[in-house]
Every structure is written in structure tokens, then in C-alpha cells.
């Protein structure tokens, strides 16, 4: 009545993560999700670094321009510190 063993029908096959006819596919969109995750979040580490990297420079040139806007420095203050930026 019931097998036993690698090839004991359809509940068991071998290769098949998950069990049952649906198996196969179930397996491959189960791999396919957990790559497409791991995929997503690899991109999103590397796309923040690569933001916060390119723009030191230029977030020092905008706040420099916000305090020279806003009254903070002179205009001979701030054009010694763009000297000093570029």
C-alpha cells in the first residue's frame, strides 16, 4: 500500500524540495523569490553608500552657500572657505 524509499511516488520525488506535485514549481519560485530578495537588498546597501560617497564634496559647497544665504558669514569669509573647499 504505501512505499517506502527515493521513488515512493509522487509525495517523495527525488530532487523536489518541497513534496507533491506542485513541488517543482513551488521550489522554483521559492529559490527565485529568496534571489530576487537577496538581489534587491545587495543594491540597496551599495546604492546608499555610493550616494553618501559622491556627495561630501558638494554637501560642503551647499552649506556653505546656505550660510553665506542666510547671513551667517561674509562674502570675504565665504569666498576664503570655497578657496579652501576646491
Known amino acids: 500500500m504505501f ?3 527515493m521513488n515512493a511516488g ?3 520525488g527525488p530532487g523536489n524540495f518541497f513534496p507533491g506535485p506542485w513541488g517543482m514549481f513551488v521550489s522554483i519560485l521559492f529559490w527565485g523569490l529568496l534571489i530576487y530578495l537577496v538581489v534587491k537588498i545587495v543594491q540597496s546597501i551599495f546604492s546608499s553608500t555610493q550616494k553618501q560617497i559622491g556627495n561630501e564634496g558638494d554637501n560642503a559647497l551647499e552649506l ?3 550660510r553665506y544665504a542666510r ?3 561674509d562674502q570675504q569669509e565665504f569666498e576664503k572657505i570655497q578657496r579652501d573647499i576646491l
Open 3 to 5: 512505499r517506502h524509499g
Open 71 to 73: 547671513g551667517e558669514i
Open 64 to 66: 556653505l552657500k546656505k
Open 10 to 12: 509522487w509525495w517523495c
